[in-house]
């Protein structure tokens, strides 16, 4: 059975930074893209940003990019993402997700896998 399981959430002030991670098992890591989503309250889940399975290129929104960096091991199953310069609007429930191939688009209907998501807090 497949498990991803987010951690690293909290309550950080604006400007500060937070840094996630997924582990992941039960599943052949090296053969999946992963992804960051969240989720604000009252609004839809979103992509954050995308990490390929081997050459671990990356892609992000752009509401994030050059703040947020997604990084992952394979050796141990893991991706992370960091979190700068945190603004109030990143408050959500950050997840992550696999995707079975090379790369993963921002379509949550491409993602085969989801954790249960850690929560992040930014206060101003």
């Known amino acids: 059975q497949v498990h991803l399981v987010e951690s690293g959430g909290g309550l950080v002030q604006a400007g500060g930074s937070l840094s996630l991670s997924c582990a992941a098992s039960g599943l052949t890591f090296s053969y999946y893209a992963m992804a960051w989503f969240r989720q604000a309250p009252g609004k839809e889940r979103e992509f954050v940003g995308s990490i390929t399975r081997s050459d671990f290129a990356t892609s992000y929104s752009d509401s994030v990019k050059g703040r947020f960096t997604i990084s992952r091991n394979n050796a141990k199953s893991t991706v992370s993402l960091l979190m700068n310069s945190l603004k109030p609007e990143d408050t959500a429930l950050y997840y992550c997700?696999?995707?079975?191939?090379?790369?993963?688009?921002?379509?949550?209907?491409?993602?085969?896998?989801w954790g249960q998501g850690t929560q992040v807090t930014v206060s101003s």
């Open positions: 997700a696999a995707a079975i191939g090379y790369s993963g688009t921002n379509d949550t209907r491409q993602y085969l896998h």
